[in-house]
Structure formats: C-alpha cells, structure tokens
Nanobody, 129 residues
C-alpha cells in the first residue's frame, strides 16, 4: 500500500503562509485520488481540499476556497497544499490522504474521511493572532 508522510507544518502568524507537503512511497501517488483533511481540537476531521485521480479536477472546502491551493508533483511523487492568508481558525492537525480511484467517476473528488483508506501521520499547523 501507499505510505504517506506530511511535512511543512509549524507556527505562523495570521495572514501568513505555509506550504505543506505529502511524500508518497511504495506506490505512485498519481495512481490515487488524494486530498488534505484537518482536525482541530474538539472537532471532527474535516475535508480541506482534494484532487481527482483523472482530469486534475480539484475541490475545496468553502472555508479555504480562494486561500488554499492543492497540487500534485508527479516527478517528486508528492502532494502539496499551499496555504495563504492563514487565520487562527485554520489551526489544526493537517493530514494527507489517498484512495483508490472510483472507477465509474475518476474525475470526482470525494470529501468524507471514511472514503480514504490511506493516511499520513499528520502535521500541526498553528496560526496565532
């Protein structure tokens, strides 16, 4: 199975930027649909951004749309999340995740955590005022 390892988290002031990376190994990440999720204290894990297996279709949560950008680098076998204009509400542990493509709808982005069987260990993002 594919192994995922996140990096790039840290402490940043409001309105600052961070770029998270998810390195895949054992398998080629381009063979999977993938995305980013986050979990804040006291809250359930929620969808942030995802990319479909086919067609490079992306989808973002309303809370991050226009501020975050998800991308795949096939040469490096990584998934990235560029986060701009960060706010304290963005503070959470961020996870990258992957799933086998939906054969009937390869261009669809799924948003439920339970739909993704492969997960990284998470990286902490803390945004201060």
């Amino acid at each position: 199975q594919v192994l995922l390892v996140e990096s790039g988290g840290g402490l940043v002031q409001a309105w600052g930027s961070l770029r998270l990376s998810c390195a895949a190994s054992r398998r080629t990440l381009s063979s999977y649909a993938a995305g980013w999720f986050r979990q804040a204290p006291g809250k359930e894990r929620e969808f942030v951004a995802g990319v479909a297996w086919s067609g490079d279709r992306t989808y973002y949560a309303d809370s991050v749309k226009g501020r975050f950008d998800i991308s795949r680098d096939n040469a490096k076998n990584t998934l990235s999340l560029q986060m701009n204009s960060l706010q304290p509400e963005d503070t959470a542990v961020y996870y990258c995740a992957a799933r086998n493509p939906t054969l009937g709808s390869p261009g669809v982005v799924l948003t439920a955590p339970g739909q993704y069987p492969y997960w990284g260990q998470g990286t902490q993002v803390t945004v201060s005022n």
